[in-house]
């Protein structure tokens, strides 16, 4: 493998390159992002070796790591722009809308549906560190439609990485993220705004924040180009997991009122058991 | 100062021991846990050098750090059985129910109302750390009420420990709690149910989670026998809490179901602002 172009070199495209030129040196990284300050950061901070609008034909592997709701576009202007022994990885966060918008591109088998799941609250070229995909889980979703030649540069790269593969359809996978990733954002965030909208009485209320408040509140300092097109990209399953969340804190709530002292109790004793579930993972 | 006595060794009294040994060692601890394995294992620890039912007369000062619920019998019965030269501070997460249980007592000068910000998702002796106090927030509630000599010691030990003393009344302390502690366990509790239940379709939904999960499901690894009931002593203040964040969630999920790319956008943009905030306390 000699050449990799990055599109969107923020903290995923980043991490990336930082992470590969280290175990693979002899690559060379071109890339472009739509932001000139982020496409000049990348090129002072060593993450690629040279800016290009479009990968050289010599590419072998294309990584698409920029918003959701960009992806579709940038995908499909991708397949079409580079050659037969090209292949075109994308990072994006959901999966259905994207392998469902390029399902008979004739072009199909160039491009594998992927998604690292690292990240931190932090983004853009500064914010890429080489650790971030080590020993992270990849999703792949609809491997079978994959180049089975070009699928193995993505498997040699993946496990250069200490990547671990799980394979799923893009459906499922959405599903789970919801759960997993996107309703903890939102549950993130909105534990962030009903604190900020507190401080109109209480000046000084996050002076008696401790390190439980920052933990649960850290996501809520993600970045709102990259999760609003989530959150509308993964639209139907989002909104049954708020749902299901509120009628939990709903229900909660109530116990709370009914002095339920004995219902509190079981409830949280039975949730607990996410301890060995966290531990084990 | 000679002696300390602690009731209640786990996570709280255990690392206020730990930490004060270090800073000064020439205090000798005396220790009583309701769970006689928390006891042993207080003691095969070194966090007390002797088990007592009742403190010494010679005690400097009493901890008392057990569930909020067991506090009120606890300090009352603690008042009564000790000297004029003993204080008697307690360590509980809500503070208007205890305040106001001695009020009228006639030893309440000896009463200090106090609450560390430290904690983990962990309990017990064995989850007592060194470093838990170290710089942390203090705040003492109703300190006119509390006699100017025996306050002496307790500024002596929380400075041997660098906390941060911070004053307020104890109906503004469990308001302000209630929105920067309780509301983030209830919100990572709720998020921990969510997606158990969610493994009942799916079993490896686990499997997809990455470190923003683990960080705002953290608090729901939290001990039941604790929580229960801070739940029910700050009600009225947890209750506008958790109505004010479902309704939060619920307006969120409705700019979900409109497609309102731009509100949901602008929405976590202002709540991005919490990074200063929290980067600077």
Redesign the interface.
């Known amino acids: 493998m000699k050449k990799i172009h990055i599109v969107g070199i923020g903290l995923l495209g980043g991490s990336f390159a930082l992470a590969l030129k280290k175990a693979m040196p002899e690559i060379v990284f071109t890339g472009h992002d739509a932001s000139e300050k982020n496409l000049s950061d990348a090129l002072a901070l060593g993450l690629i070796n040279e800016a290009r609008t479009e990968a050289d034909p010599d590419t072998d592997i294309v990584i698409l790591a920029t918003p959701a709701d960009t992806l579709p576009k940038i995908l499909e202007t991708t397949l079409n722009q580079t050659g037969e022994n090209t292949l075109i990885i994308d990072f994006g966060s959901t999966k259905a809308t994207l392998c469902k918008a390029v399902e008979n591109h004739p072009q199909r088998s160039r491009y594998l549906a992927g998604h690292p799941?690292?990240?931190?609250?932090y983004s853009g070229p500064k914010a890429a560190m080489e650790s971030l995909l080590d020993r992270?889980?990849f999703?792949i979703c609809e491997m079978e439609k994959t180049d089975v030649h070009l699928k193995g540069m993505a498997y040699e790269v993946l496990e250069a990485l200490n990547m671990k593969l799980?394979f799923m359809d893009p459906e499922?996978?959405d599903?789970?993220?919801a759960?997993?990733?996107h309703?903890?954002?939102?549950?993130?965030?909105?534990?962030?705004?009903?604190?900020?909208?507190?401080m109109e009485d209480?000046k000084?209320?996050?002076?008696?924040?401790?390190?439980?408040?920052?933990?649960?509140?850290?996501?809520?300092?993600?970045s709102?180009?990259m999760?609003?097109?989530i959150?509308?990209e993964n639209?139907k399953n989002?909104?049954e997991?708020?749902?299901?969340?509120?009628t939990?804190?709903?229900k909660?709530?109530d116990k709370?009122?009914d002095?339920d002292?004995e219902g509190?109790?079981?409830?949280?004793?039975?949730?607990?058991?996410?301890?060995d579930?966290?531990d084990l993972?």
């Open positions: 799941i690292a990240g931190t609250e992270k889980v999703i799980r499922e996978h599903a789970q993220l759960f997993v990733s309703l903890s954002h939102i549950s993130s965030f909105m534990l962030g705004k009903t604190v900020l909208d507190k209480d000084n209320v996050f002076d008696m924040a401790g390190s439980g408040f920052a933990s649960t509140v850290r996501l809520a300092k993600s709102p180009a999760w609003a097109p959150m509308l639209k989002i909104i997991g708020l749902n299901r969340y509120i939990n804190l709903s909660f709530r709370i009122q002095d002292f509190l109790f079981q409830e949280m004793q039975k949730i607990n058991k996410i301890r579930i966290l993972s």
